[in-house]
């Protein structure tokens, strides 16, 4: 069910720690890759080796018993969903306040997957109003909180408190990893500029920052998909992605071809349409004058990705434009036998390239547009990826 992604399962200092065991149980029966992380105190409560033997690692204690130097990055950023279960009033408190004060709090601080957070206390303590605005926080900030249930509590009391059961808790990853509208497919995206070596310390660029093809990874993984991100850009977070770094238009396009079986493949990503016939392995000297530099076409990824497209594979790809947008990309998107392509105005104010903000006309193969106004760049990758739904469905 879980095809192996990626799920971090917190475990912090209460009594209910023993009902993560059957948490840890459900989820590696259901093919998902659990990685234990538990808080010092934890493990005052259930013992280490218990997770050690069900889960799929061995458990992580601390950011400092690893030969990781950065687990917490590292499970951060490889991680497809984390769950904390159970969640103390005190690391609730602390993801909420930002703290890294443990191997399982820093690694949350550290991770732009989804986060599912199941808090178990005492009654008194589950309605103190710290505890609620803590929840509230986190909340606002998309995590998902499973509230508690009433029932027996430690020490023979009861009310409303206890952890959520295992099988709610699972049900929600679920929802979360497998029932997302992308979930099950594959979706492989492009980022970023390419660079074309001129010699070993030029290139000829663009002002492309990945920063569109990245909202859209994001937002594809968190619908579910399994994504492949292939980028020119150094960007800190990776959100569960697998991430191809590569750097030329032919590397684009040689990681591109690996990958073009994929459900989906959305070229966000500025390919240089020519590159300098010769690189040249030493660097140019000022001495011997300016070079006349020869330039040479690359291939046109995404017109080969149409010339062979996959039975109902979805193609996309986008258009950079400063004046004919639509006359543009319109003929873009019928000579690349393409399904849909994003064209933006990349002289408007606020649009395109570097810009955190993007207004777009999303054009599809049957005559339809839809336009955009400026928003967020996480915005208009929700708005793509809508479409990119609708030609799924088709
Ligand atoms: N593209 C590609 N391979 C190239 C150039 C572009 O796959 N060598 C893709 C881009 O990723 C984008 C789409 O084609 O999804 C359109 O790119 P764009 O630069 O707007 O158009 P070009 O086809 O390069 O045409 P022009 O530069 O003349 O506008």
């Not at 601390?62 to 991680?79: M, R």
């Not at 492009?190 to 859209?216: C, H, L, M, W």
């Not at 393409?338 to 606020?350: F, K, P, T, Y």
């Not at 336009?371 to 967020?376: A, D, G, H, I, M």
Request: charged fraction near 25%; charge should be neutral.
């Amino acid at each position: 069910m879980f095809g192996g992604r990626r799920i971090v399962l917190g475990v912090t200092g209460g009594v209910a720690a023993y009902k993560a065991i059957l948490l840890c149980r459900l989820l590696v029966d259901a093919d998902a890759h659990v990685i234990p992380v538990m808080t010092e105190s934890a493990q005052r409560f259930v013992g280490r080796a218990t997770f050690d033997a069900l889960a799929s690692e061995a458990v992580k204690t601390s950011v400092f018993d690893d030969i990781d130097p950065i687990p917490h990055t590292t499970l951060g950023q490889t991680a497809d969903l984390i769950i904390v279960a159970p969640a103390t009033a005190r690391a609730i408190a602390s993801y909420a306040a930002g703290l890294s004060d443990d191997l399982l709090t820093a690694t949350l601080i550290a991770t732009r997957a989804p986060v599912i957070v199941c808090p178990a206390m005492h009654t008194e303590m589950w309605e103190h109003p710290s505890v609620r605005e803590n929840l509230k926080v986190l909340s606002s900030r998309g995590v998902h909180v499973i509230s508690p249930e009433e029932g027996r509590l430690a020490g023979g009391d009861v009310g409303s408190g206890r952890l959520a059961s295992p099988e709610s808790i699972f049900e929600a990853a679920k929802k979360l990893l497998c029932e997302g509208d992308l979930s099950g497919r594959s979706v492989v995206v492009t980022a970023g500029g390419t660079r074309e070596p001129i010699d070993p310390v030029r290139f000829i660029g663009n002002r492309s920052s990945g920063k569109q093809g990245y909202a859209i990874a994001e937002a594809a993984q968190k619908r579910g998909a399994q994504v492949t991100l292939i980028t020119t850009v150094d960007a800190p977070t990776v959100f569960g992605a697998k991430v191809i770094k590569v750097e030329s238009a032919a590397e684009m396009d040689a990681a591109v071809k690996k990958n073009n079986e994929a459900d989906i493949i959305i070229m966000a990503a500025a390919i240089a349409d020519f590159r300098p016939s010769k690189s040249l392995t030493t660097k140019i000297k000022k001495d011997d004058g300016a070079p006349a530099i020869i330039l040479e076409e690359t291939n046109d990824i995404l017109a080969g990705l149409g010339a062979s497209k996959k039975k109902g594979q979805v193609l996309v790809g986008f258009a950079a434009e400063t004046d004919d947008l639509i006359k543009n990309a319109s003929k873009k998107l019928v000579q690349k036998n393409i399904d849909a392509i994003v064209a933006n105005d990349v002289s408007a104010e606020g649009v395109g390239f570097t810009h955190e903000t993007n207004a777009v006309t999303i054009l599809t193969s049957d005559g339809q547009s839809r336009s955009v106004s400026l928003r967020s760049k996480r915005e208009i990758a929700e708005e793509v990826l809508n479409t990119v739904v609708d030609l799924v469905k088709r």
